[in-house]
């Protein structure tokens, strides 16, 4: 029987990679990652994870921040919806990363590399072939580095060809990226046969123990059927947004409409500006002063979120 549990949702992901337990898996990922010359020997999860913590984290992303032996950070994050938002927010986020090391009156010569790794279910650059594309600072007409101490890693899954008869001899990342990609609808037993090195022999062990425990299964089952609610409701709101874009005329026969109609049209409005909100990691809008604007205004915001999670081309 396939093990049905999907590594790329984040409550199996952060089970996978965010436990004490499991520091060798990370350890493995990211050098899988990273190809350094001196690879990770040794990883301090600084945000453990907690199943409370969890279940009330709603939908906010629940990264997994860590630091090695030499004080390097990392944040490691599973993407399963996949907005053009993620080019201004992985930036900010690893920039945080970064400055949030030194404590006033520090020297910013104890600043370490901040890495920022983002695994995706989706394409963030449709322009790129590569899966996998790395970013530092550096000046791009010269090829000159300005410094290696900020990278950003964006792995889209989407983009791998897995062919079985060569996965034995792919490298650490395409094996994670299969595994990842493939797991819910492999057989333990035949997983482990594809891939028989010990970290993914001993993430199928964890991803059989997610599926085989009630109450994990139960969380799991609660964070898939949330992230798919989100990304149909993502859908439907781009597609009216469209709709919406195409007719002349709508928000003023809203507003001669029955009240019923008009109570409908900004309730869809109030869930729009939450669902964007959450996107661009802003505290959310109580739903009664939402509620308290009128549809233009209500409109004017909606728009304005919009335009702040759409990066420029």
């Not at 997994?64 to 927010?89: F, H, P």
Request: contains cysteine; glycine residues 6%.
């Amino acid at each position: 029987m396939p093990l049905g549990i999907d590594p790329t949702v984040d409550y199996a992901f952060k089970r996978l990679f965010g436990v004490p337990e499991n520091s060798d898996l990370l350890i493995h990922l990211l050098n899988a990652v990273l190809k350094t010359r001196s690879p990770i020997v040794e990883v301090e999860l600084l945000n453990p994870f907690n199943e409370k913590e969890f279940a009330e984290a709603k939908l906010t992303v629940l990264d997994i921040k860590a630091r090695d032996a030499l004080g390097a950070w990392y944040n490691v994050e599973m993407q399963s919806t996949v907005v053009g938002v993620l080019r201004r927010r992985l930036p900010y986020y690893n920039a945080q990363l970064f400055a949030g090391q030194l404590s006033e009156g520090e020297d910013y010569g104890q600043l370490a590399a901040a890495i920022t790794v983002c695994f995706m279910n989706g394409t963030l650059f449709p322009g790129v072939i590569e899966p996998h594309l790395s970013f530092t600072l550096c000046d791009c007409l010269r090829g000159v580095q300005l410094t290696d101490c900020v990278q950003i890693h964006t792995i889209e899954l989407t983009k791998y060809n897995f062919e079985e008869e060569r996965l034995a001899q792919a490298d650490p990342l395409e094996q994670w990226a299969f595994f990842l990609s493939h797991a819910a609808e492999l057989e333990a037993a035949e997983l482990k046969r594809m891939l028989p090195d010990r970290a993914y022999v001993k993430a199928t062990g964890v991803i059989e123990m997610i599926g085989s425990t009630p109450e994990q299964r139960a969380s799991y089952e609660a964070r898939r059927k949330a992230e798919l609610d989100y990304k149909s409701f993502a859908a439907a709101a781009r597609q009216e947004g469209r709709q919406e874009g195409r007719q002349e005329g709508v928000l003023e026969g809203e507003q001669r409409g029955l009240k019923l109609g008009e109570v409908r049209h900004k309730q869809s409005l109030v869930t729009h500006v939450h669902f964007l909100q959450r996107l661009l990691k802003e505290p959310e809008t109580p739903e009664a002063e939402l509620t308290a604007l009128d549809l233009a205004a209500l409109n004017e915001l909606r728009q304005e979120l919009e335009r702040r999670a759409t990066p420029s081309p």
